[in-house]
């Protein structure tokens, strides 16, 4: 069990997936450690791998940077 600050201290400019326990739970911050992505080159494995678990019945956060650009994820969403 990790917290997501920890998460990212241990794995700086990477991406990882963590499994928590229930929905409620989702605003901790905190789950088990799964898996982490090093580059971008590995996101897609990545991406598989949490829709494996998600497939299973688990719940996962998907957290991190690989800092290209030091921009988090999606910043906006424009439909047309």
Known sequence: MKIDSEIRELYKDCKYVYIIDSYDKVNDDEGYLYCVSTSDESYMELIHERDRLEDN?????????????GAVGVQYEIKG
Request: aromatic share 8%.
């Open 57 to 69: 019945g688990k719940i996962c956060v998907l957290g991190g940077s690989y800092n290209n650009g």
